[in-house]
């Protein structure tokens, strides 16, 4: 169609082409171009334009879904070098959601710039409304800087149980931004990671075994031997109750209305609360079968003439 390439087209293509002008002066000369122009004219204009943005929706389209399925796998490729080395999983999120968002932000660009926007100007605007954001937004950007010193000091990691900021659970995930826990009866807990990388975190996990403390009352006129011995043979004949070290059973005080003993025994840490409850149940079952006595609070009473 010989008006695709008119001179009046490529007229009016050279002023909106024109970046020494304004756009109040591009605009004034496509309105004087316009008058001069034929109908033939202008539908080959609307026509050529239709196309161009036709096409370039079109290569968009075709380059985001491209984009975004090479992205899915290169961070698949990541997440099976990560296992094949032994990465931990907390670092390997980390590294999966990083990936991610900087491709997608350059995925992004490369639409913008396919589409006939200037990527200069909007880096320019999207670097200014940054600062603005990351002003108003330092809360978040501190949870990302507690993010990464998590990742790196490693005070925890996933599946380990703790205690932080008065909230106790397991960690089900390291995000950009908090820490996930799961409580034990199944609650869900975000903590921003800013908080919890500056306050004290009490790992439950870390170390492989853990000391199970017992402590128990008898009332005065008990035989204490008898129930040394009879909370020895307790520990020690649950498998699960390490004999290296060994289990100790001490008199710690004497109360105002019993006598205090207390039971140590270590376990692995897998083990601990299992441990704590069936050892419970045995010494409240087994202590009153050797005459001993778990007392009351009490008060004598002296009566004199």
């Known amino acids: 169609m010989y008006f695709l390439t008119t ?4 007229t009016v293509k050279t002023i909106l082409a024109d970046t020494t002008a304004t756009q109040q002066e ?30 370039k929706i079109a290569i968009a389209l075709a380059i985001y879904f491209v984009g975004r399925w090479l992205i899915g796998r290169l961070v698949k490729v990541v997440n099976k070098i990560c296992d094949k080395r032994g990465v931990e999983i907390s670092l390997q999120q980390f590294f999966k959601n990083m990936i991610k968002v900087v491709l997608y932000i350059c995925l992004a660009l490369t639409i913008i710039g396919i589409l006939g926007i200037d990527t200069t100007s ?6 200014s409304a940054s600062l603005a954001i ?25 599946g380990d149980y ?37 306050g004290i975190i009490n790992n439950y996990s870390q170390e492989p075994m853990r000391r199970v403390d017992w402590n128990i009352t ?10 040394r011995r009879v909370l020895m043979q307790l520990m020690n004949e649950d498998k699960r109750i390490k004999q290296e070290p060994a289990p100790v059973v001490y008199l710690s005080s004497l109360g105002a209305d019993s006598v205090n003993l207390s039971a140590r025994a270590w376990v692995d840490s897998a083990n601990y609360w299992g441990v704590f409850f069936d050892m419970n149940e045995r010494i409240y079952n087994e202590l009153p079968k050797h005459d001993l006595h778990f007392p009351f609070p009490q008060i004598s009473v002296h009566m004199e003439n």
């Open 7 to 10: 001179e009046t087209t490529e």
């Open 26 to 55: 591009k605009l004034v000369a496509v309105g004087q171009t316009l008058q001069d122009m034929t109908f033939n004219d202008i539908v080959a204009l609307l026509v050529e334009w239709g196309l161009e943005i036709a096409a």
């Open 122 to 127: 909007l880096i320019a605007m999207f670097a």
């Open 134 to 158: 990351g002003m108003a937004l330092s809360g978040t950007m501190q949870n990302f800087a507690g993010g990464v010193m998590i990742l790196l000091l490693r005070p925890y990691r996933i």
């Open 162 to 198: 703790v205690e932080a900021q008065g909230q106790a659970g397991t960690i089900k995930e390291i995000s950009l931004f908090n820490t996930i826990i799961t409580t034990v009866d199944n609650k869900v807990i975000y903590i921003p990671n800013s908080t919890i990388s500056n």
């Open 218 to 227: 008898i009332s005065y006129g008990d035989d204490v031997e008898v129930a």
